[in-house]
């Protein structure tokens, strides 16, 4: 599975941003998507997350009413739109993908990262 981010950039706090992942490969065997963060100094963050279907998302608390994850199964593509961003959502955003091959075991697959700076 490879994964490709885009849509990231420089926002003035309060703005909205789209960030968009492109996956391609044996996508059929992807169960689960997800953004992750992580900023200068910190570990990465769980962003959200969102099942093969759609039917199931997950936001963390920090994000919860300002963010909204997505997918396009017939584009294989991933979305988060980001409103009303802060300051403190500055960070390098990284696509997850995790697939489960037919032995059942589970592995995790990463985008390179685009970059989002929130200035105040």
């Known amino acids: 599975v490879q994964l490709v981010e885009s849509g990231g950039g420089l926002v003035q706090a309060g703005g909205s941003l789209r960030l968009s992942c492109a996956a391609s490969?044996?996508?059929?065997?992807?169960?689960?998507m997800g953004w992750y963060r992580q900023a200068p100094g910190k570990q990465r963050e769980l962003v959200a997350t969102i099942t093969s279907g759609g039917g199931s998302t997950n936001y963390a608390d920090s994000v919860k009413g300002r963010f909204t994850i997505s997918r396009d199964n017939a584009k294989n593509t991933m979305y988060l739109q980001m409103n009303s961003l802060k300051p403190e959502d500055t960070a390098v955003y990284y696509c997850n993908a995790r697939v489960r091959t037919i032995f059942r075991t589970e592995y995790d697959y990463w985008g390179q990262g685009t970059q989002v700076t929130v200035s105040s």
């Open positions: 490969g044996s996508t059929g065997s992807i169960i689960a």
